[in-house]
């Protein structure tokens, strides 16, 4: 007899198939199985692709509140548990200050030995986006500039933090970084955000 799943336990049921799938995204990227085993897998996958395409939606899964109360995006491709793409990256906000402890994986590789520089820039990207947030200036990414000091390797952890610095009408601005746990920086960030007028009116300083 199947258990009826209640909406959270399918949801964690999800999280275990997206983390399932990045363990197997790893292993497809550095298996040395013979060709025979490789087609077979690859007639295994299909056919599981195909009951999962049985029932499916067209976007991946929205913004929701979670039991705790806070709000959640399961579908994000940075943090979203649901969302194989995803590390999925957990950030810790301190005060104004976004932080998060990253291991990239083989997958993200772009130079030999590294991660790709848009991965970097990804990860960046959400960091300096939920600290403006975090300050009562949420908005879009207006501009995104990098620089890249060192190789970021893979298979290491990191830091990645991100602060507020500054916020002036419909725009503000912050900076941040992917550093060794020593703090050597490897990558720095600085973004700039602008809310949505639609926004206006909703958020402190606006």
Known sequence: MTMELTP??????????????????????????????????????????ERLRAASRATPLP??????????????????????????LVVEMDGLTARAEVTFRPLHEG??????????AMVLDHL??????????????????????????????????AEHTRAEGRKSWADGRIALPDGTPLVEASGVFVMPTAWLGRHPGT
């Open 63 to 88: 913004f929701d509140i979670s039991p705790d109360g806070n709000l959640r995006h399961l579908g994000n491709a940075v943090i979203g548990g649901a969302n194989p793409m995803a590390l999925p």
């Open 111 to 120: 130079p030999p030995n590294g991660v790709h520089g848009g991965i970097s």
């Open 128 to 161: 300096l986006g939920q600290a403006a947030a975090a300050a009562g200036f949420p908005g879009m990414t207006g501009t995104l500039t990098l620089r890249y000091l060192r190789p970021v390797p893979y298979g290491t952890p990191l830091v990645a933090t």
């Open 8 to 49: 959270e336990s399918r949801l964690a049921a999800h999280c275990e198939l997206a983390q399932q799938t990045r363990d197997l995204m790893d292993a497809v990227a550095l298996t040395e199985v013979k060709e025979d085993e490789l087609l077979a897998v690859t007639a295994e996958l299909a056919a599981l692709t």
